[in-house]
């Protein structure tokens, strides 16, 4: 399988701490993406970042790629109770961008 | 409008039944997928059509039946499920091949 592997499968932290998810994958990609799901309904797509670039901010999200460790990290800063979701990174498959195949996924709880 | 939309939001079908899941989108994508979720496990591929032709399906049942009568819409057509069939069904487009997905929020069916 391609399926890419994300720990913690769960997190739950307080209102205000950061979380950080992380997501390691198998083969080589033209770039890798990041989609947050709010209880079993659709996907949202929040960064992709492409394998030429290291760091990628959007808002309070901040994602790294390291492509010799085949690996991503997702950090949400000073996080919300409505940050509480599934979160899915997603690679191409053949490095075809809209053709993905999702990692197993980060339950996050944000407790007020 | 940047929007995918799905219908119905839920399916409750029995193993006889036959039914179609719909997906619409006017943003102008010419590559449009369905994809199956089932409890707590990722997104996977079934289907993608590009340019309104089948180009990919990932040795789905043949009781699924896509259908991409134009460039805005997608069909499934359901027919002789099983239980283990229910799952979240998630449609997407993109605008061709090579960009990232936009995601509808899905139609969650219980085979019954």
């Known amino acids: 399988s391609q399926q890419g592997e994300e720990d913690p499968q769960a997190l739950s932290i307080q209102e205000g701490e950061n979380a950080t998810m992380n997501c390691s994958y198998k083969?080589?990609?033209?770039?890798l993406q990041w989609y947050r799901q709010n209880s079993g309904r659709g996907l949202v797509h929040l960064i992709l970042?492409?394998?030429?670039?290291r760091e990628k901010h959007s808002g309070r999200l901040r994602v790294t790629l390291d492509t010799s460790k085949k690996s991503s990290s997702l950090l949400i800063t000073a996080s919300r109770a409505a940050d509480t979701a599934s979160y899915f990174c997603a690679t191409p498959r053949g490095g075809a961008t809209n053709k993905l195949i999702f990692g197993t996924g980060t339950l996050l709880a944000v407790q007020p | 409008d940047t929007e995918v939309t799905q219908t119905p939001k839920h399916l409750v079908m029995g193993m006889t039944n036959k039914k179609s899941l719909k997906c619409e989108q006017h943003m102008g994508h010419r590559a449009m997928y369905w994809y199956k979720q089932k409890a707590k496990k990722p997104p996977e591929l079934m289907f993608v059509y590009s340019y309104e032709k089948l180009s990919i399906n990932e040795s789905v049942p043949s009781r699924f039946s896509p259908e991409c009568p134009n460039s805005s819409l997608l069909n499934l057509h359901l027919h002789a499920l099983q239980p283990e069939d229910s799952a979240l069904y998630l449609c997407?487009?993109?605008?061709?091949?090579?960009?990232?997905?936009?995601f509808g929020p899905g139609t969650r069916l219980t085979v019954l």
């Open positions: 083969t080589s990609i033209n770039n």
């Open positions: 970042i492409r394998s030429n670039e």
């Open positions: 997407a487009s993109s605008q061709e091949e090579a960009s990232r997905p936009y």
